[in-house]
Each structure stands twice: as C-alpha cells, then as structure tokens.
C-alpha cells in the first residue's frame, strides 16, 4: 500500500522524500516515519519505476517513470485489491481521479457490500450477546453499525454523484 501511495503521490509530479514523507501524512493515512520512507523509494528506483535526480543541496528529487506510471494504473485499478481494509480503500480513494468512472463506481459498490455485510453480521451479534454483555460494551458495538450505515451512507452519495457524471475528474 505505501508504494501505491507514493507512486499516485509522484504520478502529481517530482518530489523531495521529505515532502512525500509529509505528503503521505496531510493525506492523513500514516504517521510514518523516514525510516519506512527511503527504503520505500530505493525499492521502487531498483525497479525503474521511478529516477532519481539531484536537487538543491543534498536533496534528491524523485519522479515516476513511464513504467511506473502504467504499474500504479495496474495496482490502482486492481480488482482483486482489498475493499475490506478501511486504509488499503482509503489509500485507493486518494488517487480515484486517474481512474475511469465505470471502475471507481465498481470500486465503490464493492466497499459498499463490505460494510452492509458487516453490519449484518455486527447487528446479529448484538442479538445474540444482548443479554452477555454490559451496556458500554453494547453502545461500543451499535456506534460500530452506526458508522457503517453512516459509510454506506456517504459511498451511495459517491455513487450517485459519480453516476450523473458530477466528479468531473479526468484522467491525466
């Protein structure tokens, strides 16, 4: 997930790691440390699907390649990819403009899914524990559905909106 993250960051254009690093945090997705960072990138220049080149002082600027540009559309648009993780999702929700709108509907009805089967199943083992557990623990379980629903709520928004062609973002 984190070197989707960072190709979709350079697929916007050539950055310092340090910006990357500070980028991947305002996206609110990790608080993640240098250390994760730079390892990160040199896996992804050992595999050409990003150069290097020298910046201001001792700053390296790091920009996709061709291939790395095709590898993040492949990862970004795989279907096989996890909508069950609330991050992985959140990750592919970031870069959902350089995809087509028929792919991210896909994407989103699938999210979808997830959550109103998980809140099936949560609303089922609330029945079944009502009279095992104490109140905090029951509040602690509905404010869980109620999230979902609230979700659920919020991707048929996405939907609809993407279904009558409002989103507006193109692929570059």
């Not at 730079?38 to 002082?57: M, N, Q």
């Not at 699938?110 to 089967?117: A, D, I, Q, Y």
């Amino acid at each position: 997930m984190l070197e989707m993250a960072i190709l979709g960051l350079l697929r916007e254009g050539p950055m310092h790691g340090y910006e990357v690093r500070h980028r991947l945090v305002d996206l609110g997705f990790w608080r993640i440390s240098f250390g994760s960072v730079y390892p990160a990138l040199r896996r992804l220049e050992k595999a050409a699907r990003i150069e290097v080149r020298p910046g201001s002082g001792r700053r390296k600027e790091y920009m996709l390649t061709g291939e790395g540009k095709e590898y993040f559309q492949e990862i970004l648009e795989d279907e096989s990819s996890e909508v069950e993780n609330s991050t992985a999702f959140r990750v592919r929700l970031a870069f959902f403009k350089y995809m087509e709108p028929d792919t991210r509907i896909g994407f989103l009805e699938r999210r979808k899914l997830v959550l109103k089967n998980r809140i099936a199943n949560s609303r089922s083992s609330i029945h079944k524990a009502a009279d095992r557990v104490d109140r905090y623990t029951s509040s602690l379980m509905q404010h869980g559905v109620r999230s979902a629903e609230a979700d659920v709520a919020w991707l048929d928004e996405l939907i609809e909106s993407e279904r009558d062609g409002a989103a507006g973002a193109e692929i570059s």
